[in-house]
């Protein structure tokens, strides 16, 4: 089945730095969404993405689908300990069910 | 807050044994979403329900049953339970309409322990 494969599994960087989160499929997006989620807590929805070429903001994230449909990145512009979390993009698949499909995560530590 | 409401936060039991976990979708929404989280599998769809329906399965296990409430409230449950039950159980509510952007709201879990 389609999965979708998020680079890297973690990211440890500097407060201030900034950093790129990749979420990669073997097939077309249909929708691609971006959560963050704070360790063993629930998942705060950042943002969805569907167009080809697609970008949106969120404060100082950042996240693009790229025209194929099969890419989309997380950008986070002077990171913060704020910041820190797993990152987990989904894919909703078309028609039928609206369940999301989550790629494994990427988890962020931003060290002040 | 997302406005998705479960509970217990922590259930720790034995097992073979059963549990209940409860969730209240966001107001308005129809379709509730589990999930499963766990350290080697990850974030696993189960299964959701629409205005009380079935309307989708995912990896649920035949010892798990779900439904959802007239009120739209939904529960998850676990019988003959086995220690790779352990993990975090996630519930989440959209308007599951057919348009493509509709969002899922994810309650704060619940974490359940099988000792």
């Known amino acids: 089945s389609q999965e979708l494969e998020q680079s890297p599994q973690s990211l440890i960087v500097q407060e201030g730095k900034n950093l790129t989160i990749n979420c990669t499929s073997s097939?077309?997006?249909?929708?691609l969404y971006w959560y963050k989620q704070k360790y063993g807590e629930g998942l705060i929805f950042l943002m969805m993405?569907?167009?080809?070429?697609e970008e949106k903001s969120h404060e100082k994230i950042t996240a693009k689908l790229d025209e194929k449909k099969q890419q989309s990145s997380l950008h986070i512009t002077a990171s913060q300990p704020s910041h820190a979390g797993i990152y987990l993009c989904g894919e909703r698949r078309r028609g039928g069910s609206e369940k999301l499909v989550f790629g494994k995560g990427t988890k962020l530590t931003v060290n002040p | 807050d997302s406005g998705v409401t479960q509970t217990p936060k922590h259930l720790i039991t034995a097992t073979g044994q059963r549990v209940t976990l409860r969730c209240s979708p966001r107001?308005?929404?129809?379709?509730v979403y589990w999930y499963q989280q766990s350290l080697d599998q990850g974030l696993q769809f189960l299964i959701q329900?629409?205005?009380?329906?079935?309307?989708a399965k995912g990896n649920i296990l035949e010892r798990f049953s779900a439904q959802q409430f007239p009120d739209l409230h939904s529960e998850l449950n676990l019988s003959s339970l086995e220690l790779g039950d352990s993990a975090l159980y996630f519930c989440?509510?959209?308007?599951?309409?057919?348009?493509?952007?509709?969002?899922?709201?994810f309650g704060p879990g619940t974490r359940l322990t099988v000792l």
């Open positions: 993405l569907q167009k080809g070429g």
């Open positions: 329900y629409y205005n009380g329906e079935e309307r």
């Open positions: 989440a509510s959209s308007v599951a309409s057919a348009i493509s952007t509709d969002t899922q709201y």
């Open positions: 107001s308005g929404d129809l379709s």
């Open positions: 097939k077309t997006l249909y929708g």
